[in-house]
Nanobody, 115 residues
Framework: QVQLVESGGGLVQPGGSLRLSCAAS????????MGWYRQAPGKQRELVAK???????NYADSVKGRFTISGDMAKNTVYLQMSSLKPEDTAVYYC?????????WGQGTQVTVSS
């Protein structure tokens, strides 16, 4: 019903910046939350940042002050601006959409932070 497509991942040096995009195939006006999770090799998937219905945002402590989540409802797209990247940010990043009746996941985009 809704497809999520991430883009913007890649290889970046420590201290660098990267901007991830997640485009939904249809309107995402009806949502409970939309955001980003990540999963590093051998680790559990964890919340990075999300926008909650009503406009509030939540961030993992490890990314506060460095990452910013935003959305463009006209484009059905959510973004994750990442700066001051660290090697520990290396992971596959997944877009997530929670609606009243369904939860959707993107296919993931690889972010590698290495010198």
């Amino acid at each position: 019903q809704v497809q999520l497509v991430e883009s913007g991942g890649g290889l970046v040096q420590p201290g660098g910046s990267l901007r991830l995009s997640c485009a939904a195939s249809r309107s995402i006006f009806n949502f409970n939350s939309m955001g980003w999770y990540r999963q590093a090799p051998g680790k559990q998937r964890e919340l990075v940042a999300k926008i909650i219905r009503g406009g509030s945002t939540n961030y993992a402590d490890s990314v506060k002050g460095r990452f910013t989540i935003s959305g463009d409802m006209a484009k059905n797209t959510v973004y994750l601006q990442m700066s001051s990247l660290k090697p520990e940010d290396t992971a596959v990043y997944y877009c997530n959409l929670r609606q009243p009746t369904n939860t959707y996941w993107g296919q993931g985009t690889q972010v590698t932070v290495s010198s």
